[in-house]
Structures are given as structure tokens and as C-alpha cells.
């Protein structure tokens, strides 16, 4: 069965600053869709970020950006230029076209110092 | 566009009752789906419904029962609520099931069971 695992529970980062977010994930599968999804205390998800696997390029979206390792299933995800709003929990999904259902990791809880 | 909306936002419940969630999205969307969002861990899925008029199970259905009232409207129920059902509850739309279509948040319900 497909897993995700997020192994930092929180991080802080000065603000301005950069960070590194960490998801690893098991399958056997080689099709497949990974995503960032930001949930600030207001508590409504928003997709931050999505990479396909079957490209090589990392996404990037503004100060966000992936590093996407499919043979290691590792699935970063990097803030530049860290701010204020930026702090939130932040989860890592995996998903396939073929299954309804995306797989979640437990979150990463951000805080961004002033 | 108010994208997906959730009534009520905080619930409480004795053991016992019974209460419907409401969900309703205004973006044409054929999907939609029920998650629920415990601490320490991601998302589960509780039902989904790929288009108008279908309704699956998901990861954890049992004490839940859903109804997609037409393309707009997923209501979730609980018919004898219990502790264990003490959680946040997502709503969420998109195009397709496929993991290639993003899936637009509500705000939450959050619940509570005494």
C-alpha cells in the first residue's frame, strides 16, 4: 500500500529566510502525482504545488519550488524568501488517475519568525 | 465565486444524536468528497462521489452516511453520533477523481461528540 511520510512534525525558519520541508512516500507505481498542500489557521486547504512524476523537471511556483527524487521518493518542498504568511501546516499528498483516493501525510507545522 | 461551502462551521453533539454536514460547491464540479482530519494525522477520505447521482466509500465510512442531493450539494450524516467521530470535516470538489484534477477545500466543520 502507498504511504507518505513527513518526519518533521514542525519547523521555524527566520522570516526572509529559506526552508525545506521533507515528504518520502513508498509505491511500486511509476505514474503518479505528488502534491504540497498549505493549511493556514483559517483551516481551508490550498494546493501550493504539484508535480507529475513522469517529468524531470522540478515545479516551481513562485517561491515555491520541489525536488522531486523519484528513484530515492523523496518529494521536498522548498520556501524561498520565507514570510509571515507562509506559516501554516503544510501536507504532503500522493495520488494516482487510476484511484480516487490521494494519500496523505500527517503535516508539517511552519513557523515563521519575525 | 464562494468555491466550496460548509455549514455549520462548530458543532457540538452528545452521543447519540444524529447531525447532517452540509457541503455545496459553485464551481460545476462533477466530484466531491467527504475527509475527515484528526491531530497527527493527514486526511482520510469517509465517501466520495465521482459525479451526480454515484456515492463510494472511502477509507472510513462506517458510522457515515452520504448523499449527493444533485451536482452541487454532498451531505454527510451521522446517524448516532459517537466520541470517536470528534474531528474536523473537509469537504472538497474537483473536476474528476483522477489525481490530476485539484481538489478545492471548504472551510471545515469542526465537530466535537461529549
Known amino acids: 500500500a502507498q504511504t507518505v511520510t513527513q518526519s518533521q512534525p514542525e519547523m521555524s525558519v527566520q522570516e526572509a529566510e529559506t526552508v525545506t520541508l521533507s515528504c518520502t512516500y513508498d509505491?511500486?507505481?511509476?505514474?503518479?502525482?505528488l502534491f504540497w498542500y498549505k493549511q493556514p489557521p483559517s483551516r481551508q486547504m490550498i494546493l501550493v504545488i504539484r508535480?507529475?512524476?513522469?517529468k524531470q523537471q522540478n515545479a516551481t511556483e513562485n517561491r515555491f519550488s520541489v525536488n522531486f527524487q523519484k528513484a530515492a521518493k523523496s518529494f521536498s518542498l522548498k520556501i524561498s524568501d520565507s514570510q509571515l504568511g507562509d506559516a501554516a501546516m503544510y501536507f504532503c499528498?500522493?495520488?494516482?488517475?487510476?484511484?480516487?483516493?490521494?494519500?496523505w501525510g500527517a503535516g508539517t507545522k511552519l513557523i515563521i519568525k519575525p | 465565486n464562494a468555491g466550496v461551502t460548509q455549514t455549520p462551521k462548530f458543532q457540538v453533539l452528545k452521543t447519540g444524536q444524529s447531525m447532517t454536514l452540509q457541503c455545496a460547491q459553485d464551481?460545476?464540479?462533477?466530484?466531491m468528497y467527504w475527509y475527515r482530519q484528526d491531530p497527527g494525522m493527514g486526511l482520510r477520505l469517509i465517501y466520495y462521489?465521482?459525479?451526480?447521482?454515484?456515492?463510494d466509500k472511502g477509507e472510513v465510512p462506517n458510522g457515515y452516511n452520504v448523499s449527493r442531493l444533485n451536482k452541487r450539494e454532498f451531505s454527510l450524516r451521522l446517524e448516532s453520533a459517537a466520541p470517536s467521530q470528534t474531528s474536523v470535516y473537509f469537504c472538497?470538489?474537483?473536476?474528476?477523481?483522477?489525481?490530476?484534477?485539484?481538489?478545492?477545500f471548504g472551510p471545515g466543520t469542526r465537530l466535537t461528540v461529549t
Open positions: 472538497a470538489s474537483s473536476e474528476g477523481v483522477a489525481a490530476s484534477y485539484e481538489q478545492y
Open positions: 464551481m460545476n464540479h462533477n466530484s
Open positions: 462521489s465521482a459525479s451526480e447521482g454515484t456515492t
Open positions: 509505491t511500486s507505481e511509476s505514474d503518479y502525482y
Open positions: 508535480q507529475e512524476a513522469y
Open positions: 499528498a500522493y495520488g494516482r488517475d487510476s484511484n480516487y483516493q490521494l494519500i
